[in-house]
């Protein structure tokens, strides 16, 4: 059973915009936290934005200003609204979920996507 389905990946250059969304099928208290990690390949996997309960809580450095985070509480579903994108922003983009966001940047989280991939142009 799929519990986490991420859409709204794609190719777009320098300075645009593209919106995430993850699709959730989590009891409640399993999706309390939610949160977006990436991955380029060669490179660490990167905690970039989380949030508690439908509130946004925190933001990777690299993308704080740029990337918001938000949630449908009726539906569940969540989003990562991406402007003003950059090159070093290309990844594999993975949706998370837990009861939990405590150490969240660790990426310990049960619940993962299958990724939806990012592609910015420079």
């Known amino acids: 059973q799929v519990q986490l389905v991420e859409s709204g990946g794609g190719s777009v250059p320098a300075g645009g915009s593209l919106r995430l969304s993850c699709e959730v099928s989590?009891?409640?208290?399993?999706?309390?936290?939610m949160a977006w990690f990436r991955q380029a390949p060669g490179k660490e996997r990167e905690g970039v934005a989380s949030l508690y309960i439908g509130i946004p809580g925190f933001y990777a450095p690299s993308v704080r200003g740029r990337f918001t985070i938000s949630q449908d509480k009726a539906k569940g579903t969540v989003y990562l609204q991406m402007t003003n994108l950059k090159p070093e922003d290309s990844a594999m983009y993975y949706c998370v979920a837990d009861n939990s966001c405590e150490g969240w940047w660790s990426g310990d989280f049960r619940f993962w996507g299958q990724g939806t991939q990012v592609t910015v142009s420079s």
């Open positions: 989590l009891s409640t208290h399993d999706r309390d936290c």
